[in-house]
């Protein structure tokens, strides 16, 4: 690896998403499904020509790192941590080639407006982010201010013919939020900024918040529970101010590394009473049946429609499915 440069772009022309790290083993490489041996690859090597020597410096006095990097053109983050062999953790790339969210114009529109809650709810290397980004890029030519707070701080959130100004979590911690923003998106893990969302949605800005969670039912479920006040006066003030929640998932695909698949949960006045009753669990059944009337999509159905296309596996389709039946219920209607 006498060139890092040179052998990180032989690593993304394979298709890698990710480079896994661990002392007492080579390097391996995830590209869709599989998990790649990099023979004859010294993980010491690597850190060694990726990080600064402030950064090992605090790698090992910390026990842990995060953050980003660039090398000739290649972005990338980092995530390691210092166990009792040695360094471990992983290189999560960012390829030019990968295919970006196709989002539903409906989604797009809904953020344009003046005012309300967006939620984008996927477990951890779920596209959230990415997500994200081509919302921004969705919007574009709407002459919006919008202030971005990141836990990612080395990711570009661009939007043609819109203002952006990116910030980083604790700036808004210790600044509050840019007080000429139109829109406001909150790509982050801390859930005490829940509070903050709804108050920035109340008062008449368009929030877009990422948490999480497995799906949009658990994700709904646990900002209700980092809101203050009690239960009732907490139901009422979501329901009147959330327009919409985006489960993301991402898979293994056929004809490329990944594939996202997303249920999406158009908030009608059907939903705001469900909201209201504390009905989350009827979300799953609520997306699939409110299809043609609003626009909602439940997983379900967004995985029937990459099998369909031939996107991914069925086993990924029913690993994946919150309700491998109602999927199989689906497949049998076309006769698949």
């Not at 980003?68 to 290649?74: C, D, H, L, N, T």
């Not at 080639?97 to 409906?106: D, E, F, G, I, Q």
């Not at 909150?186 to 799906?215: I, K």
């Not at 609003?294 to 379900?300: D, E, I, K, P």
Request: glycine share 6%; net charge neutral.
């Amino acid at each position: 690896m006498s060139n890092i440069q040179q052998w990180l772009e032989s690593v993304v022309s394979s298709n890698a998403q990710e480079i896994l790290i661990n002392a007492s083993q080579p390097l391996r490489l995830k590209r869709g499904r599989e998990w790649l041996l990099v023979d004859k690859s010294d993980s010491r090597q690597l850190i060694a020509q990726i990080l600064t020597d402030e950064e090992k410096k605090n790698l090992y006095e910390n026990l842990q790192l995060r953050g980003s990097r660039e090398v000739g053109g290649i972005s990338f983050q980092f995530d390691l941590q210092v166990d009792f062999e040695g360094v471990v953790g992983s290189l999560r790339l960012k390829n030019p080639t990968w295919a970006h969210w196709v989002l539903p114009s409906l989604f797009i529109e809904s953020t344009a407006k003046p005012y309300g809650l967006h939620l984008v709810v996927g477990p951890r290397r779920s596209g959230k982010t990415t997500f994200v980004c081509d919302l921004l890029q969705g919007i574009k030519a709407r002459d919006k201010v919008i202030a971005v707070y990141s836990d990612e701080e080395g990711r570009d959130f661009a939007s043609p013919g819109n203002m952006v100004s990116q910030f980083s979590i604790s700036q808004l911690r210790q600044n509050g939020v840019l007080k000429s923003a139109d829109i406001v998106v909150l790509d982050t893990l801390s859930m005490d900024l829940c509070a903050t969302a709804l108050q920035l949605a109340e008062e008449g800005r368009n929030v877009v918040m990422t948490l999480p969670y497995w799906n949009v039912r658990i994700g709904m479920r646990r900002f209700v529970d980092a809101l203050p006040g009690d239960l009732q006066s907490r139901l009422q003030r979501i329901a009147e101010t959330v327009q919409m929640s985006v489960g993301c998932r991402l898979l293994a695909g056929i004809e490329s590394p990944t594939q996202g698949a997303f249920e999406m949960l158009v908030v009608d006045s059907d939903v705001q009473k469900m909201i209201l009753a504390e009905k989350f669990d009827a979300f799953e059944q609520t997306m699939g049946d409110l299809a043609e009337k609003n626009g909602s999509r439940s997983m379900n159905q967004s995985l029937f429609q990459l099998l369909v296309k031939r996107k991914i596996e069925f086993k990924t389709a029913f690993e994946n499915s919150p309700s491998p039946d109602q999927l199989d219920s689906l497949l049998k209607k076309v006769g698949v």
